[in-house]
């Protein structure tokens, strides 16, 4: 894979969590692809990954493709995030895709889509975050 942003950025705690990893990124398009681990500890009373968990990996989706988008010159601080699930997400490897559908000014909308171990599409989400200046 070819260079990106996040190459000299240290990961946050809740992306080591969440065991986040690049798969592919288009800054200029707005888009990026991530993996993620269902861990057992993600797991609910039914042994699937839990809502929580997979609304935050799609945040944690959404938020590194406005960043991209920005060179690495804006934080996007979420305001708002709809998830909608569509099926349960068993544990083990987990793909999402998110895309920049709108960047203003001060506002970035996004949307993202997270598939399950076998390829199925389980949740989608949408959601806009307050853009300001990334500091190091």
Partial sequence: MPRSIFDELVLPPVAILLGWSLLSI????GTI???FEGKPEFANPAGHVQG??????LDDTLGPALFAMTEGKQFGTTIDL?????RPVPLGPIRTQGKVTRRGQN???MEGQL???????????TGSAF???FRT
């Fill in 26 to 29: 288009d800054p200029t398009e």
């Fill in 33 to 35: 692809e991530v993996g």
């Fill in 52 to 57: 929580g968990m997979v609304t935050a990996m």
């Fill in 82 to 86: 709809h998830t909608h699930f569509l």
């Fill in 107 to 109: 506002i970035g909308f």
């Fill in 115 to 125: 598939f399950d171990r076998s390829g199925q599409l389980a949740a989608r989400a």
């Fill in 131 to 133: 853009l300001t200046p």
